[in-house]
């Protein structure tokens, strides 16, 4: 998600800006950026911290590109990210671009450089999320190289808020997944689902995510108790089911879990992550789909597990507001028609 600001003096047109990694000495420089268009609200406890940003980027799990004027005044931020050093798809995230960037495509300029640094590097593509709220930031992903692979609805919670103050009429907001394909690698196998196989062969064949769409042995054998973990986002209110091995009691447990994250806690969304490199994923759903109370949200090579995912959301009592959703292409469009269509 990009940020502007609105009270800055725009700069001029043949100013130069530079773009470079910043060092772990001057990680209050995002901290400043952070606080100056979010204040207290931004939905990532560590940005902060300029110990947290410093250790991360000393171990080589971030690398946080900025631009700045000659004069060393900075006009944005965007982050490379990998929770283990041995991964080979980072994430693009907190993107910060301040007014006065305007006209000078700093955020696309921070992922052009980010994303040569890590085409240099080995990985094979970079993953992120764009506000779906305006085309801006989808328009400069796209005009990089990357495409959309799902829309994760509501996943912004409505405390945050890009202008340091509190909205009043604010609503949880949606993102667009985006997928830049840097280096060729491997294809991975991929079991999914009969009702999504030709959403996610459209989706593989605009991104080059590395996968190859296979169909699941009759015979494959399901276990009776299934595999599972739930992280608890207290700063989204949202939840995420991850799954590692789905089991004959796969619906029932994921909708107790829905259930108590919903109903009792409170949680706006439940997100439900499958793991699309086995063939129980395939099996399951296609047997026990009908009983879930989850749509489709998209594909993405999820950097806290092990290879690519199908994701699928669920919502309370939230108001969505998907009439307000932009896109930037047609492949967006056409992914974005069908995720809402799942949803209904």
């Known amino acids: 998600m990009t940020s502007q600001r609105q009270d800055q003096h725009p700069v001029a047109d043949d100013t130069e800006v530079h773009i470079r990694f910043l060092a772990a000495e001057e ?108 085309p801006y930031s989808q328009k400069a992903n796209i005009a990089l190289g990357a495409h959309e692979t799902g829309f994760l609805l509501g ?20 993102v667009a997944l985006f ?8 294809n991975r196998p991929m079991f999914v689902p009969e009702r999504h196989r030709a959403i996610v062969r459209s989706i593989l064949e605009a991104s080059g995510l590395h996968g190859e769409i296979i169909s699941a042995s009759s015979e494959i054998n399901i276990v009776d108790e299934s595999v599972l973990s739930v992280e608890e986002k207290e700063d989204h209110n949202s939840a995420v089911i991850h799954v590692e091995v789905p089991g004959l ?21 439940v997100y439900l992550d499958m793991p699309l490199q086995i063939p129980q994923t395939q099996v399951v759903l296609q047997q026990q789909d009908p009983d879930l109370s989850f749509s489709f949200a998209g594909i993405f090579p999820n950097r806290e597990r092990n290879g690519d995912v199908l994701r699928l959301q669920s919502f309370g009592g939230v108001d969505l507001q998907t009439a307000d959703i932009v896109t930037a292409s047609e492949h967006g469009k056409e992914l974005l028609d069908y995720v809402l269509n799942d949803l209904r």
């Open 249 to 269: 009691d796969f619906s029932r447990v994921v909708e107790q879990i829905r259930q108590e994250q919903i109903d009792v806690k409170g949680r706006d969304a």
């Open 179 to 186: 997928y830049l394909k840097l280096n060729s690698g491997d």
């Open 27 to 134: 990680s209050s420089v995002l901290v400043d950026l952070i606080r100056e268009s979010y204040g207290d609200t931004y939905d990532a406890e560590w940005v902060y911290h300029p110990e947290q940003i410093a250790h991360r980027i000393n171990t080589n799990t971030l690398r946080s590109a900025i631009g700045h004027l000659s004069d060393g005044t900075i006009l944005g931020h965007m982050a490379l990210m990998v929770e283990e050093t041995t991964e080979r798809v980072m994430h693009a995230g907190v993107a910060v671009v301040r007014d006065a960037a305007r006209g000078h495509h700093v955020f696309e300029r921070l992922k052009r450089f980010a994303a040569q640094w890590a085409t240099e590097a080995g990985y094979l593509g970079i993953f992120s999320e764009a506000t779906a709220a305006h």
């Open 155 to 174: 996943w912004i919670p409505s405390t945050v808020s890009n202008n340091a103050a509190i909205d009043p009429d604010a609503h949880r907001q949606s």
